[in-house]
């Protein structure tokens, strides 16, 4: 598509329950990244996928979070057992990788996570 | 990743040049500095980078001191519109990774 697409843009969902939060990048970019923003807060990093190579995760604020990236496109951000303290917007942005160039990073609107 | 020191608001008159200075003095020589800007309630958007030269596009210039400690983003014409937090970022370019965003820069145009 023409720009990162999250999905969905709002989600309200109980303490403890699990959601998913899903990231559809630009076509060919083969970089994506998570952050999440609480509100009134700075940009929190959180995992970042690179081609083929192992992600870094070294943001992840617990094993409670998860991601993955299948086919090198999509990606699907897992909160498990989700607590208040995870209420947040989750932002996702891709790049692309090109030898010698040096690209911005693309950002998509962001889904709401509201834990009640 | 070197550290940037931004003031933490601003304010601008609309129509005139927005100047936001960025201290970056740890800054390394394959550090490039971006600058994004996030409206609220919105993603951050990209604006520009660069290594030692100044650097010019649609949306904005971008000053580097001699020495790249510091520099500067301007926006010459500012609107309501570019009312939003500007982050300053330095990072090696090229080899992927995460950008670490700071507080920023609350720039707020006014009528």
């Known amino acids: 598509g023409a720009g990162v697409s999250q999905s969905p843009s709002n989600k309200v969902t109980e303490k403890g329950k699990d959601v998913e939060l899903r990231c559809d990048p630009i076509s060919g970019h083969t970089a994506l990244y998570w952050y999440r923003q609480s509100l009134g807060q700075g940009l929190e990093f959180l995992i970042y996928?690179?081609?083929?190579?192992?992600?870094?995760k070294s943001g992840l604020p617990s094993d409670r979070f998860s991601a993955e990236r299948t086919g090198g496109s999509v990606s699907t951000l897992t909160i498990q057992r989700t607590q208040q303290e995870d209420s947040a917007v989750y932002l996702c942005?891709?790049?692309?990788?090109?030898?010698?160039?040096?690209?911005?990073?693309?950002f998509g609107s962001g889904t709401r996570l509201t834990v009640v | 990743d070197a550290k940037t020191t931004q003031p933490p608001s601003m304010d601008c008159a609309e129509g005139r040049a927005a100047n936001l200075p960025c201290n970056h003095s740890t800054i390394s020589g394959n550090e490039y500095v971006y600058w994004y800007r996030q409206i609220h309630s919105q993603g951050p958007q990209y604006i520009i980078h660069g290594l030692k030269n100044n650097e010019t596009n649609e949306m904005a210039s971008l000053i580097i001191t001699e020495d790249r400690k510091s520099s500067t983003l301007i926006l010459p014409h500012a609107t309501l519109r570019d009312t939003a937090v500007y982050y300053c970022i330095v990072r090696v370019a090229n080899q992927g990774g995460k950008l670490i965003f700071g507080q920023g820069t609350e720039l707020s145009v006014k009528p």
């Open positions: 942005a891709s790049s692309p990788r090109v030898r010698g160039a040096n690209y911005g990073y693309t």
């Open positions: 996928f690179q081609g083929n190579s192992a992600p870094d």
